[in-house]
């Protein structure tokens, strides 16, 4: 890996760390909730800005938006922290639909972002 694909990297995780925490916090204060939509509308998103990414760009532009910025704006700890708590919490119900769409809606909104730019 080049120092310009490292530097890349770098300064899409510097965009995409407070793009994850206003996108987050916007969507949490839109509406109260167990349901934890900050997180999960920062993965959908990221999902589908990573497979437009991984469609359309490569070299150093693949490792700002792809490696760095979805990197950074995405977050499987804190989905799986949330659906632990969920469960634990006895909201087995919203935590199976926690998963459900996260998982298959992260997939389905990767392979939107693919065709769209593919």
Do not use: K
Not at 33 to 52: E, K, Q, R, W
Request: charged share 10%.
């Amino acid at each position: 890996m080049s120092a310009l694909s490292w530097l890349m990297v770098a300064l899409g995780g510097c965009a995409g760390a407070p793009a994850r925490y206003l996108i987050d916090g916007w969507v949490r204060g839109l509406r109260a909730s167990p349901m934890p939509y900050g997180t999960l509308t920062v993965n959908l998103l990221g999902s589908f800005v990573l497979g437009a990414a991984a469609a359309g760009l490569d070299g150093s532009a693949y490792a700002f938006v792809g490696t760095g910025f979805c990197g950074a704006l995405t977050t499987f700890s804190t989905f799986s922290f949330e659906t632990w708590r969920l469960a634990e919490g006895g909201r087995l119900t919203t935590a199976l639909l926690n998963l459900g769409v996260s998982v298959v809606g992260g997939v389905l909104a990767a392979a939107l972002g693919w065709w769209l730019v593919a």
